[in-house]
Nanobody, 125 residues
Framework: QVQLVESGGGLVQAGGSVRLSCVAS????????MGWFRQAPGKEREFVAA????????RYADAVKGRFTISRGNAKNTMLLQMTSLKREDRANYYC??????????????????WGEGTQVTVSS
């Protein structure tokens, strides 16, 4: 079972930037795809971004395309989400997820087997 721990959330002003990190353990990190999801208060969990096992293929939700960048450092078992031009609607708890079976980035939460506890991002105006 892969364990995931997110960090980097906090309070940021609208228009600002923040970088989230996800560190994986308990698996062969460079063998599986990874993703970020978020859940705002009163809303369902939604896809944000995903990255293939190699890092060469990425996918983004339309709401964050052009503002967020997903990357991974396989040598450090780490996945990052660089978030820029933040908006109030980006406020949510952000979750890291791992798909130990698949190699390609998936947008459906059901494709992911392992989840972190989440890190909160709050955007103030």
């Amino acid at each position: 079972q892969v364990q995931l721990v997110e960090s980097g959330g906090g309070l940021v002003q609208a228009g600002g930037s923040v970088r989230l990190s996800c560190v994986a353990s308990g698996g062969t990190f460079n063998n599986f795809a990874m993703g970020w999801f978020r859940q705002a208060p009163g809303k369902e969990r939604e896809f944000v971004a995903a990255i293939s096992w190699s890092g060469r293929t990425t996918r983004y939700a339309d709401a964050v395309k052009g503002r967020f960048t997903i990357s991974r450092g396989n040598a450090k078992n780490t996945m990052l989400l660089q978030m820029t031009s933040l908006k109030r609607e980006d406020r949510a708890n952000y979750y890291c997820a791992a798909d130990p079976i698949g190699l390609n980035p998936m947008i459906a939460a059901g494709e992911y087997e392992s989840w972190g506890e989440g890190t909160q991002v709050t955007v103030s105006s």
